[in-house]
């Protein structure tokens, strides 16, 4: 269950006391956040280069021919 359901259902029972009225702070989930919008893009493109060898040869070679990512 994600945090903003847990919050929701702490309100309606009353389980949710004052400390954690807010939930998680915007400083606890911006570094996870942050982290996995870098790291997936960065393993997937290692991972796809190491598959496919020629590829990797095709960029290596000619860096201008690749295209900026979107």
Same mark, same amino acid.
């Given at each position: 269950?994600? *945090?903003? $359901?847990? /919050?929701?259902?702490? $309100?309606? *029972?009353? @389980?949710?006391?004052? =400390?954690?009225?807010?939930?998680?702070? /915007?400083?606890?989930i911006l570094? /996870?956040?942050?982290? @996995? *919008?870098?790291?997936?893009?960065?393993?997937?493109? *290692?991972?796809? $280069?190491l598959r496919? !060898? =020629?590829?990797?040869?095709?960029?290596?070679? $000619?860096?201008? %021919?690749? %295209? !900026?990512? %979107?």
């Open positions: 269950m994600c *945090t903003a $359901r847990k /919050i929701a259902v702490a $309100r309606r *029972t009353g @389980e949710l006391g004052p =400390d954690l009225a807010l939930g998680p702070g /915007i400083a606890d570094p /996870i956040a942050g982290h @996995e *919008t870098a790291a997936k893009p960065l393993g997937r493109g *290692t991972l796809a $280069r496919h !060898p =020629d590829q990797l040869a095709l960029v290596r070679d $000619r860096p201008r %021919r690749c %295209r !900026p990512g %979107r």
